[in-house]
């Protein structure tokens, strides 16, 4: 079992629609979580944090559901500008030593 | 803003030879880590570092050396290059604690082994 798993897609919605991912990670002593954009051809960029009370950053909602290990990002009124591919990120423990693991990352095409 | 250069966005080898893998960060960030990108694979870490001089190893090292000897470069350095080490190579850094810490990645190295 990878250790953070996310549906590829692609994911593919018009204009205007609420789009989910969700992401499961196998570590229950992960702390720390983020979702991170990476747009075609380009480096990967911080998106948000996921914090364990849940957060929204405009269109963007992460929650956290420790208990069965997921994370989720909601995507509100997409737009074309939010097509990218969504990585779910993850820390590998609880120690200040341990690394972030990467998905494989959910593509999100946005039609008009 | 935080920069993050690679030295070679393309590079083309052959198997067999010696490729030096540079990155620069100007932001005195403790932490740099190469990953290597794969399709369906997705980011795998194959080295980092918290300090100079220090170097810890990731998912798949196997293949790969590094070297930091100041503190804003860190090299990647593939001793013999091989066809499966064709890939995109991404370098980032960040401040404070490895695993908490908002990453800044480079643009990549798309690395062609022949």
């Known amino acids: 079992r990878k250790e953070v798993e996310q549906d590829p897609g692609p994911f593919n919605v018009p204009e205007g629609a609420t789009v989910a991912f969700n992401c499961t990670y196998s570590n229950s002593a992960s702390q720390s979580f983020f979702w991170y954009r990476q747009d075609c051809r380009k480096e990967p960029k911080l998106l948000m944090s996921v914090y364990s009370s849940g957060n929204e950053d405009g269109r963007f909602t992460a929650q956290l559901n420790r208990a069965s290990q997921y994370i989720s990002l909601l995507i509100r009124d997409s737009k074309l500008s939010d097509s990218a591919t969504y990585l779910c990120?993850?820390?590998?423990?609880?120690?200040?030593?341990?690394?972030?693991?990467f998905g494989q990352g959910t593509t999100l095409q946005v039609k008009p | 803003d935080v920069k993050v250069t690679q030295s070679s966005r393309y590079l083309v080898k052959r198997t067999g030879e010696k490729v030096f893998l540079e990155c620069v960060q100007d932001m005195d960030h403790e932490n740099m880590f190469w990953y290597r990108q794969d399709p369906g694979l997705g980011l795998r870490l194959i080295y980092f570092?918290?300090?100079?001089?220090?170097?810890e190893k990731g998912d798949i090292p196997e293949g790969y050396s590094v070297s930091r000897e100041k503190k804003e470069r860190f090299s990647l350095i593939l001793e013999s290059a091989s066809t499966n080490q064709t890939s995109m190579y991404l370098c980032?850094?960040?401040?404070?604690?490895?695993?908490?810490?908002?990453?800044?990645f480079g643009e990549g190295s798309r690395l062609t082994v022949l």
């Open positions: 570092s918290y300090d100079v001089k220090m170097k």
């Open positions: 980032a850094s960040s401040a404070g604690t490895a695993n908490t810490g908002e990453l800044f």
């Open positions: 990120v993850v820390n590998g423990g609880s120690s200040n030593t341990g690394k972030l693991i």
